[in-house]
């Protein structure tokens, strides 16, 4: 089984500060992780992806993720917030293996949203 | 454009009236999916299809039907809605399950069902 975790359901940063949004994961097997963002009335974009490679992971926007597998933590930061950062932010686990019913099933996080305040 | 489009982007219903959510991609995806978001929960899958004919249930499928005729096209199909079904609904597509690319949502549906 597997699942995901985020630790803060809001996040409000000012603009030009770090951003940090904690995402703690579950997995009997070295998973897949992914970041998505929805802003408002749009879809989900994929923001990044670790698919157990680089550790640290650079995706969109200015973005990056660090895989801690000691931590089973999969966080996502960006050095300096954006007004256009203003979205939610959704952690999503993939189930690795071949084969099986289990296999390639994404598991959602709870979101985060985050402000971004001028 | 490598999209996935749903239609309609909103839509108010009555209890019991059956209703249909397109779902569209053209980037020849073996694998569809649907989910459904509501606030807290993240985004459940409601249903999936590995390939043309092929379907199968996810974690919340009750109250849902779904069909596969054709590669590019993935109908979420409500027999009889309830309440408990307004919700916001994604379809999403990829290559295959558990592709490491990432998956293509569409812009959403709001349903509402008074």
């Known amino acids: 089984a597997q699942s995901v975790t985020q630790l803060d359901s809001h996040v409000s940063v000012s603009e030009g500060t770090p951003v940090l949004l904690r995402c703690n994961y579950s997995s009997s097997y070295s998973p897949s992780l992914f970041w998505y963002v929805q802003h408002p009335n749009k879809g989900l974009q994929l923001l990044l992806k670790?698919?157990?490679?680089?550790?640290l992971v650079k995706g969109i926007n200015g973005f990056e993720a660090e895989f801690k597998k000691s931590e089973t933590s999969f966080h996502l930061t960006k050095p300096s917030a954006h007004m256009s950062d203003a979205a939610e932010y959704f952690c999503v686990v993939s189930a690795p293996g071949a084969g099986g019913t289990s296999y390639g099933k994404l598991t959602f996080g709870q979101g985060t949203i985050l402000t971004v305040h001028p | 454009e490598a999209q996935v489009t749903q239609n309609p982007r909103y839509l108010i219903t009555v209890t019991g009236k059956k209703l249909t959510v397109t779902c569209s991609q053209n980037m020849n995806h073996e694998y569809m999916s649907w989910y459904r978001q509501d606030p807290g929960l993240g985004l459940r899958q409601i249903y999936y299809s590995m390939n043309v004919e092929v379907t199968d249930k996810g974690d919340v499928p009750e109250g849902y039907k779904v069909s596969r005729k054709e590669k590019r096209n993935f109908p979420l199909i409500l027999e009889s809605p309830s309440p408990n079904q307004t919700s916001l609904y994604f379809c999403a597509s990829s290559v295959y399950r558990g592709s490491l690319h990432g998956y293509t949502f569409g812009s959403g549906t709001r349903l509402t069902v008074v």
């Open positions: 670790y698919t157990s490679a680089a550790t």
